[in-house]
């Protein structure tokens, strides 16, 4: 049974860790910028992007958080990382689209592991199984 993600207070700590290392362009990490659905108000979230096939993807190893349902709601995001912003439009995967990209992502993020059933060995079709709880999105960027 793969693990459940909650947001404790130590995981609030390395966000805010890892929030502040992207914003001087520090590590592999980009800042998620989306708009709150409800209050409007414009939420950070530290992501790791994966390039498949020569598209980037934004990948929710966690589940159905809170930038998934924004991402959703406004089918816009923001990536910012150093002093660098770019916009997206997010197409949402079906689980067939999106079963090679959770795969690749479990291999070459292997702390996310834990939260999927799936192992990085394992045939697509798991991988296929756990979309609906992985939401994967193809990040188009604005012209």
């Known amino acids: 049974?793969?693990?459940?993600?909650?947001?404790?207070?130590?995981?609030?700590?390395?966000?805010?860790?890892?929030?502040?290392?992207?914003?001087?362009?520090?590590?592999?990490?980009?800042l998620l910028i989306t708009r709150g659905r409800h209050t409007g108000i414009l939420r950070e979230t530290p992501v790791r992007p994966l390039s498949h096939g020569g598209t980037r993807y934004l990948v929710s190893p966690y589940g159905e958080v809170?930038?998934?349902h924004n991402a959703r709601a406004s089918g816009m995001v923001t990536l910012r990382r150093g002093g660098v912003s770019d916009q997206h439009h997010v197409t949402e995967l079906p689980p067939a689209e999106a079963a090679p990209v959770l795969k690749t992502y479990v291999r070459k993020v292997a702390v996310v592991a834990?939260?999927?059933?799936?192992?990085?060995?394992?045939?697509?079709?798991?991988?296929?199984?756990?979309?609906?709880?992985?939401?994967?999105?193809?990040?188009?960027?604005?012209?």
């Open 114 to 143: 834990p939260y999927f059933d799936a192992g990085p060995d394992d045939p697509l079709s798991d991988f296929e199984a756990e979309a609906d709880r992985h939401p994967v999105f193809r990040l188009e960027p604005l012209a």
């Open 1 to 30: 049974m793969a693990k459940q993600y909650r947001l404790t207070g130590v995981r609030r700590l390395v966000n805010r860790v890892m929030t502040w290392m992207t914003n001087r362009g520090w590590g592999g990490n980009w």
């Open 66 to 68: 809170g930038w998934v």
